[in-house]
Structures are given as C-alpha cells and as structure tokens.
C-alpha cells in the first residue's frame, strides 16, 4: 500500500500480537512525526530487551541474569511454588503484594489445536525443581481457559504422586461484573468456591 521504509515498518509492527493493519498503521505514522529522539529512545530500548534480557535458568521468568531477582532473593519462602503460563503472570502476582513463595514460568500452556504439548512447556524443569525435599505446595496459576484448565489438570495428575500439595488459585466472579454475563464455568467455579458469611 506505502512504498518503501514506512510499509516495512508497518508489516514489521502488525506481526506483534495484538496489533492489526490499522493499529500498524497508526503506529507507524505517530513515529515517522515524532521527534527523532523519541524514536531514538524506542529503538534503544527494543535493541536492550533483545542484547541483555534472557530467561532466568531455574524459574524461566524473565531476566538480566542467569538467574532473577526472586529466585536470588533469600527472604523468599522456598517451600512454595507458583506456576504461571507467562512472565506477565509473575508480574501480575507481584503487585498483589500476597504471595511470597518462588515461581516457575511453564512458557505457554498445553494447546492442542495450536499444536504445544506439555514436552514443549517447561514441565521437566519443574518435576527437577520438586525433586528435592524442599517444596512443600504447588500452586497452579494458570489462566482460567479451556487451555489453563487443561494444563492445570495435567499437572496435578503428573504432581499426584509426588506427596507434594498442589493447589489452584480460586476463581470466579470478578468485583463489578454481572451475573447475566458469567460464563458457566465461572458461575460454576463461584459457586463451588463458595464460602460462608455472617455468623
């Protein structure tokens, strides 16, 4: 459609997830007006994610080092471990300010359709982290999806035989929402993890 520079640009911006042809395009030209300093910082910043961030060699999380700073922090609660599909779920769990434990990053979750099994996930590093007599409880955090359920039954079917406690983080209707607009594993999941109120 654009000749040149401006095309690849916004080929290039509508392969990242979440971005479409008019979001790319819009992207594209706000940056070919900007300041060229603006632009400078940005592509700095994608050249530094690319030279110097990795993953974290025993929880997967992401990483300036070889290992991260929860994994490195001693005040952590190392008889606890959360596992989450992603890197944004650590950091989502974090600004609860609720959980102390350590993380394990699985690296997606088990998808048929798109062809991920668990041997693509992070499972062996994990049956690895378990191996010792230091964890006491798994806590299953993955998305509550028809993928997250899959990989959290996986899980606790591979888990079962280890003694360890696996958990799953509860779920179910989100402050604010609706009943209407419930779908009905959510509905049914509030209503299995119901508790009592009042005296």
Not at 2 to 20: C, F, K, M, S, T
Not at 47 to 62: H, I, M, Q, S, Y
Not at 139 to 161: C, H
Request: aromatic share 4%; with cysteine.
């Amino acid at each position: 459609m654009y000749e040149g520079p401006i095309q690849a640009l916004i080929d290039e911006l509508g392969r990242l997830p979440g971005v479409g042809p008019k979001s790319a395009q819009r992207i594209a030209f706000h940056l070919m007006n900007a300041d060229r300093e603006e632009v400078d910082r940005l592509a700095d910043a994608l050249r530094e994610v690319a030279d110097k961030v990795r993953f974290c060699d025993l929880c997967f999380n992401v990483s300036e080092d070889t290992t991260c700073r929860i994994c490195r922090d001693p005040r952590r609660d190392q008889s606890t471990i959360c596992v989450v599909e992603e890197s944004k779920d650590v950091a989502a769990i974090e600004r609860t300010r609720e959980f102390r434990g350590l993380y394990h990053v699985l690296g997606g979750a088990i998808s048929p359709i798109d062809h991920v099994g668990p041997e693509d996930l992070h499972v062996a590093e994990l049956l690895r982290r378990l191996s010792g007599p230091v964890v006491a409880e798994v806590i299953l955090a993955t998305d509550p999806n028809v993928e997250g359920e899959a990989t959290a039954t996986y899980l606790t079917r591979l888990l079962a035989p280890t003694g360890i406690t696996v958990s799953r983080l509860a779920s179910g209707l989100p402050v604010g929402g609706d009943l209407e607009f419930a779908d009905e594993v959510t509905l049914g999941r509030a209503f299995a993890g119901r508790r009592q109120v009042g005296v």
